[in-house]
């Protein structure tokens, strides 16, 4: 298991203002590191109760160079809050972990630029260029792995790839797609990974689908082909509606946590590889739940031996 939607939980639960709805900032002050530890302490626990491992993704979706004045600080300040943010989780895997509960670290990476819209495209070899520079701070830390979440454009998620594997970390590549299952650029998610496995000599440990309803891209996972193989996480929207409904939208929607656990579970016993369960926007520790509840055990996913 993972967390659910970090910024949305914060923002809307919370109402705690993040600039650029950057999850880092809270490491800017002990009332902020109090709070990520509560959260994730929160979320932890229920991998704990269910004797399942457990996936820390640090605060940092968006905190790469380009959003450094929009946040409020330096670059060199920035570089500390990443390498900060993993120290947080391991002090909490030092408390928390299990013989039951294995848990892992992960260093977050965002896009560059919007997360529902490629507004700026870059090529691979800008993407891994400017992405170098987080993914290099991960790997000064006891980051185990890397991952690229929200990536809307193959080429971003090419250059994270690959500037993962020239650091020798293990990275996780998630993409987002629109209501018709296809990434916002229109290519196909199918298309999309094996263009990463292809560019990248299959750096990425697996892949993720992110920011997204279930109900979005059910039907292409349905399709088969060799991708779905490679697809190992999921963390969904708790919403039904489109990116562009959600940005529009003055309150949060929370969806229904049973009901997503049940779509959880349907993918799950569709995709059996399917090993990391989280949420995205609009999911919070009760949607996380209702996924465990869903998916482990009950003949679904096994819970880790004693």
Same mark, same amino acid.
């Given at each position: 298991?993972?967390?659910?939607?970090?910024?949305?939980?914060?923002?809307?639960?919370?109402?705690?203002?993040?600039?650029?709805?950057?999850?880092?900032?809270?490491?800017?002050?002990?009332?902020?590191?109090?709070?990520?530890?509560?959260?994730?302490?929160?979320?932890?626990?229920?991998?704990?109760?269910?004797?399942?491992?457990?996936?820390?993704?640090?605060?940092?979706?968006?905190?790469?160079?380009?959003?450094?004045?929009?946040?409020?600080?330096?670059?060199?300040?920035?570089?500390?809050?990443?390498?900060?943010?993993?120290?947080?989780?391991?002090?909490?895997?030092?408390?928390?972990?299990?013989?039951?509960?294995?848990?892992?670290?992960?260093?977050?990476?965002?896009?560059?630029?919007?997360?529902?819209?490629?507004?700026?495209?870059?090529?691979?070899?800008?993407?891994?260029?400017?992405?170098?520079?987080?993914?290099?701070?991960?790997?000064?830390?006891?980051?185990?792995?890397?991952?690229?979440?929200?990536?809307?454009?193959?080429?971003?998620?090419?250059?994270? %790839?690959?500037?993962?594997?020239?650091?020798?970390? !293990? =990275?996780?590549? @998630?993409?987002?797609? *629109?209501?018709? #299952? $296809?990434?916002?650029?229109?290519?196909?998610?199918?298309?999309?990974?094996?263009?990463?496995?292809?560019?990248?000599?299959?750096?990425? %440990?697996?892949?993720?689908?992110?920011?997204?309803? !279930? =109900?979005?891209? @059910?039907?292409?996972? *349905?399709?088969? #082909? $060799?991708?779905?193989?490679?697809?190992?996480?999921?963390?969904?929207?708790?919403?039904?509606?489109?990116?562009?409904?959600?940005?529009? %939208?003055?309150?949060?929607?929370?969806?229904?946590?049973?009901?997503?656990? @049940?779509?959880?579970?349907?993918?799950?016993?569709?995709?059996?590889?399917?090993?990391?369960?989280?949420?995205?926007?609009?999911?919070?520790?009760?949607?996380?739940?209702?996924?465990?509840?869903?998916?482990?055990?009950?003949?679904?996913?096994?819970?880790?031996?004693?």
């Amino acid at each position: 298991l993972s967390d659910g939607g970090i910024e949305t939980t914060f923002i809307f639960h919370d109402r705690i203002e993040l600039p650029a709805n950057s999850a880092v900032h809270m490491m800017r002050s002990a009332e902020g590191r109090a709070h990520l530890r509560r959260y994730f302490r929160r979320h932890a626990a229920i991998a704990l109760a269910n004797g399942a491992g457990f996936l820390f993704e640090s605060p940092t979706w968006r905190a790469s160079p380009d959003w450094a004045d929009q946040i409020g600080v330096s670059v060199e300040e920035l570089g500390e809050l990443n390498r900060a943010s993993v120290a947080l989780m391991a002090d909490l895997r030092r408390e928390l972990e299990t013989d039951r509960s294995p848990m892992v670290l992960s260093g977050c990476l965002g896009p560059r630029g919007d997360g529902y819209t490629p507004s700026a495209i870059m090529s691979a070899e800008e993407a891994e260029a400017y992405h170098a520079w987080q993914v290099e701070n991960f790997r000064d830390t006891e980051a185990d792995m890397v991952a690229a979440i929200t990536m809307n454009y193959v080429e971003e998620a090419i250059g994270i %790839a690959r500037a993962a594997k020239a650091t020798g970390m !293990p =990275s996780a590549i @998630s993409f987002t797609v *629109e209501t018709d #299952g $296809r990434l916002p650029t229109g290519q196909p998610l199918g298309e999309a990974i094996e263009a990463v496995a292809e560019e990248t000599g299959n750096a990425p %440990a697996y892949y993720m689908i992110n920011c997204a309803h !279930p =109900s979005h891209f @059910s039907e292409a996972l *349905e399709s088969g #082909g $060799r991708w779905v193989r490679w697809i190992r996480g999921l963390r969904a929207n708790a919403s039904m509606r489109s990116h562009a409904e959600l940005d529009e %939208a003055p309150e949060l929607d929370e969806g229904d946590p049973i009901e997503l656990g @049940s779509d959880y579970r349907r993918l799950v016993l569709m995709l059996p590889q399917l090993t990391v369960l989280g949420g995205c926007c609009g999911t919070d520790h009760r949607h996380i739940e209702a996924i465990a509840s869903a998916c482990i055990g009950h003949g679904h996913l096994p819970a880790y031996a004693a």
